[in-house]
Every structure is written in structure tokens, then in C-alpha cells.
């Protein structure tokens, strides 16, 4: 099956600085990936929607200069929280769909991000 | 209101039974129903997915729409203790693939 891959799975950071999450495909080619966000028992939320080689989508109410999104590559897109504060503190999972799938969607384990 | 409503539970049912999972939805646009399972601190992972109305069974799992009712469901047979997790209902809209609606998610214990 599938492979999507996330690094780091954890993360603990000062308020104020900034943290880098990877997303990698690992064996086939992703035109699309999604970031996520989750906090603890409540439902998977949408932040936006990255395409290889174009800007990101961002959804209504996700600031798109506090969670920079780059997809330089068709098997991997990053995820940049700046100035994290402990608000941003929660789970963020990414998402990749191959090349021409209509509804897979194969998730990654999860980055757990805690800002002290 | 939310768009998908999904019972947090915990679901606790005893090795062997049924589990009965359901989501309802407001939004009759939704056209794609999925059933994701997530383990604790882990990505989800997807189970059964359906177009419109009308029954699909994988093995142990049978997944059911009715659009009428806006209702979907999710059974387990023969539950096994692997199976405790959190259970996810998606949906999406034909017009926006990939944008996911994510129902809260069932946590469900099957105790040996």
C-alpha cells in the first residue's frame, strides 16, 4: 500500500520560534496534499490543500503567513508553523493522493507539536 | 451545526459482537462517504469508502448509505480486540475532491 511518512512525529519548541514538519510520499507520486490539524478528541480540520508546484489553498479562518506551505516536489510538501505560540500546540497530519486518484487519500502518522 | 455529527462515544462492546458505527450529515451534496480508522497517536487509515446510496462489504466490514435520511453506518463483525481504535466518518462534495469533512470520530473498545 501507500506510503506517507511525516518527520518529526514529535516536536517541543519555545514560543516564538518557528517549526518545519515534513510530509514525504514514499512510494508513489502525490500532485496533492493536504495538512490537516487535530486537537485532542475532536475531528480532523482542513487547513489547506498544497499542489505541486503552485501555491497552496489555504481554507477560510488558516493564516497563510503563520502556516507557510511549500510543495517544491511531487513526494514531498512542508509545513512551516512561524512564531508558533501554545495555541498552535496540536496534532497536524498531512495527506497525499496519488496522480489521478479520485478518493484515496493516504494519511501520514501525525506530527505532535507542543509550544511552551 | 456541524456539517457531519459523529457520537465520540466510547463505544465498549465484548470481543465477537457487532460494532454499530453511524454518522448524519446535513449537506445533501455530499456524494463520497468514507469510514477511516485512527489509532491512538497514528495517521488514519482508510477502510471502506462509497459512492451515493447503497451497501458495500470488505470482509468483516460493511459500510451503508442512506442518502434520504443523510445517514451512514459502519458495522464490524466478529469484533476483535485490534479493532479498538477511533472510527472516522469523511464526506466530501463531487465539486471539491480531496476537501474531506471529518466527523468527530467513535472511539470504540472491544474488550477480550
Known amino acids: 500500500g501507500a506510503v506517507v511518512s511525516q518527520h518529526p512525529s514529535w516536536v517541543i519548541c519555545k514560543s516564538g520560534t518557528s517549526v518545519k514538519i515534513e510530509c514525504r510520499s514514499l512510494?508513489?507520486?502525490?500532485?496533492?496534499m493536504f495538512w490537516y490539524r487535530q486537537f485532542p478528541k475532536q475531528s480532523l480540520m482542513l487547513m489547506a490543500t498544497?499542489?505541486?508546484?503552485?501555491?497552496?489553498?489555504?481554507e477560510q479562518g488558516v493564516e497563510k503567513d503563520k502556516f507557510l506551505i511549500n510543495h517544491a516536489s511531487l513526494t514531498l510538501s512542508t509545513l512551516t508553523v512561524t512564531s508558533a505560540h501554545p495555541e498552535d500546540s496540536s496534532f497536524y497530519i498531512c495527506?497525499?493522493?496519488?496522480?489521478?486518484?479520485?478518493?484515496?487519500?493516504?494519511f501520514g502518522p501525525g506530527t505532535r507539536l507542543t509550544v511552551l | 451545526q456541524k456539517e457531519v455529527e459523529q457520537d465520540p462515544g466510547p463505544l465498549s462492546v465484548p470481543e465477537g459482537a457487532i460494532v454499530s458505527l453511524n454518522c448524519t450529515y446535513s449537506?445533501?451534496?455530499?456524494?463520497?462517504f468514507m469510514w477511516y480508522r485512527q489509532y491512538s497517536r497514528k495517521g488514519p487509515e482508510l477502510l471502506m469508502y462509497?459512492?451515493?446510496?447503497g451497501n458495500k462489504e470488505d470482509g468483516r466490514f460493511t459500510a451503508q448509505v442512506d442518502k434520504s435520511s443523510k445517514y451512514i453506518s459502519l458495522f464490524i463483525r466478529d469484533s476483535q480486540p485490534s479493532d479498538s481504535a477511533t472510527y472516522l466518518c469523511?464526506?466530501?462534495?463531487?465539486?471539491?475532491?480531496?476537501?474531506?469533512?471529518f466527523g468527530a470520530g467513535t472511539q470504540v473498545v472491544v474488550t477480550p
Open positions: 495527506s497525499a493522493a496519488p496522480g489521478g486518484s479520485n478518493n484515496e487519500q493516504f
Open positions: 512510494d508513489f507520486q502525490a500532485t496533492t
Open positions: 498544497s499542489n505541486e508546484g503552485s501555491k497552496a489553498t489555504y
Open positions: 449537506n445533501s451534496a455530499f456524494q463520497y
Open positions: 462509497t459512492y451515493s446510496s
Open positions: 469523511a464526506m466530501r462534495r463531487t465539486d471539491s475532491w480531496g476537501k474531506l469533512q
